[in-house]
């Protein structure tokens, strides 16, 4: 679950900069309902593993790949650690997968990592430039005889829109 979490932060749905992947601490509630990080640390030992298999795992199940920013910071105790992974958003949309399954986009939403289904998967590929937007995606199957100029027209006027030679038609072929 770490490695999708890095991939959501990679996406960057909520243009937030990315996010930071904290193992070595537990989160809890106190008596009234509040969140409370408890630091468990890691050993020496713990943490160099674990960060090969993160590190590996975002090379190999993450498309294009992601290299978050690793740190080691003071744990509970002088022989603990927690361990830090940093990942900025990027410019791309990355798929991660699962030893088992398909490839999926996954992406924040508030707290927690979701998949990106359906408009939020739209979104998030015109957000990133992998999509154009719906306005600009061509429709293969129409041709100039589908269109209405003067109902073009009559909208561009409505929104504001200069209607006068906004209107022009590219035959492709």
């Given amino acids: 679950d770490g490695v999708k979490t890095l991939t959501a932060f990679a996406n960057d749905y909520q243009n937030l900069g990315g996010g930071y992947l904290i193992v070595g601490a ?3 509630q106190d008596e009234n309902g509040f969140a409370v990080v408890s630091l468990t640390g890691l050993s020496a030992v713990q943490a ?14 993450v498309t294009p790949p992601i290299l978050p920013q690793v740190e080691l910071l003071p744990g509970p105790a002088s ?4 361990l830090v992974f940093i ?21 924040r ?22 999509a154009p937007p719906f306005d600009q995606q061509p429709c ?13 027209a ?4 409505r929104t504001g829109r200069p209607a006068d030679g906004a209107v022009d038609f ?3 072929d």
């Fill in 109 to 130: 939403a508030n707290n927690t990592t979701v998949e990106a289904r359906n408009g939020v998967l739209r979104e998030l590929l015109t957000k990133k430039g992998s």
């Fill in 48 to 61: 160099k593993k674990l960060e090969g298999k993160v590190m590996a795992l975002c090379r190999e199940c």
């Fill in 26 to 28: 537990t989160e809890g």
């Fill in 79 to 82: 022989d603990k650690k927690v």
């Fill in 87 to 107: 990942q900025p958003r990027t410019p791309h949309v990355h798929e991660f997968r699962s030893r088992k399954g398909p490839q999926r986009y996954w992406v």
């Fill in 154 to 157: 009559s909208f561009l006027q």
């Fill in 170 to 172: 590219i035959d492709p």
């Fill in 140 to 152: 293969s199957q129409s041709t100039k005889e589908d269109l209405d100029v003067t109902k073009i």
